[in-house]
């Protein structure tokens, strides 16, 4: 059973405007949750993460939103450019559970000029 | 960017033979990953490595097997390659929990 899911494979937006990719999970004992973007042919990039501590984090045109309660996170990328064109994941571990990092299916964000 | 290498980058074999990868990074980080990725199924997790010689079973560890004899080195060996195994490999590294992974470039491996 997939403990971290990105229900949409796909998502559009014009350049300039905001994206939000989301990301929900089913383990509770998850306590650090990290989103990274890949490029086709290269590794996945580390992009922001969060602790449980928190339920929101900033990182210039990156946000990370984190609500443990619906056990649900997103990602707000604001102005959003042609160059976010990639796939996002977000992945998630427990420190108490050795340390697994276990990740979602991927969204693929198209920016249009 | 952290130092974390895969070799090979690229393999083509058959069916029935065995087939190791392997990952190497030169920032002493603890944890050690390695991943396949397939379209539809994102990056699902074969094995992790907690410390030297401490492995651990992923969500898809059949037919796959890791040692880890040296920090910086960790293995991924399949048994006897099958054509499911053919996929797009990732190795990641951290160096504690609540730190972020590091990835190789990956290893695109097809099995004819």
């Known amino acids: 059973d997939q403990q971290v899911k990105q229900n949409s494979p796909s998502l559009s937006v014009q350049e300039g405007r905001i994206s939000i990719l989301n990301c929900d999970y089913t383990n509770s004992m998850f306590d650090y949750f990290l989103w990274y973007k890949k490029y086709p042919a290269e590794g996945p990039t580390f992009l922001i993460s969060?602790?449980?501590?928190?339920d929101k984090n900033e990182d210039g045109r990156f946000t990370v939103f984190l609500n443990k309660s619906a056990k649900h996170l997103s990602l707000h990328i604001v102005p959003s450019q042609p160059g976010d064109s990639a796939v996002y994941f977000c992945a998630a571990s427990a420190s108490n559970a050795g340390n697994m990092l276990t990740f979602g299916g991927g969204t693929r964000l198209m920016v249009k000029p | 960017d952290a130092g974390i290498t895969q070799s090979p980058r690229h393999k083509v074999t058959e069916t029935g033979t065995p087939v190791t990868l392997r990952c190497h990074q030169t920032e002493n980080h603890r944890y050690m990953y390695w991943y396949r990725q397939d379209p539809g199924h994102g990056l699902r997790l074969i094995h992790y490595?907690?410390?030297?010689?401490?492995?651990d079973k992923g969500e898809v560890s059949d037919g796959y097997s890791v040692s880890r004899s040296k920090t910086e080195d960790f293995l991924l060996t399949l048994e006897s390659a099958t054509s499911s195994q053919t996929s797009v490999y990732f190795c990641a590294s951290r160096w504690s929990v609540n730190t972020e992974a590091f990835f190789g470039q990956g290893t695109r491996l097809t099995v004819v």
């Open positions: 969060i602790s449980s501590i928190k």
């Open positions: 490595s907690y410390g030297v010689k401490d492995t």
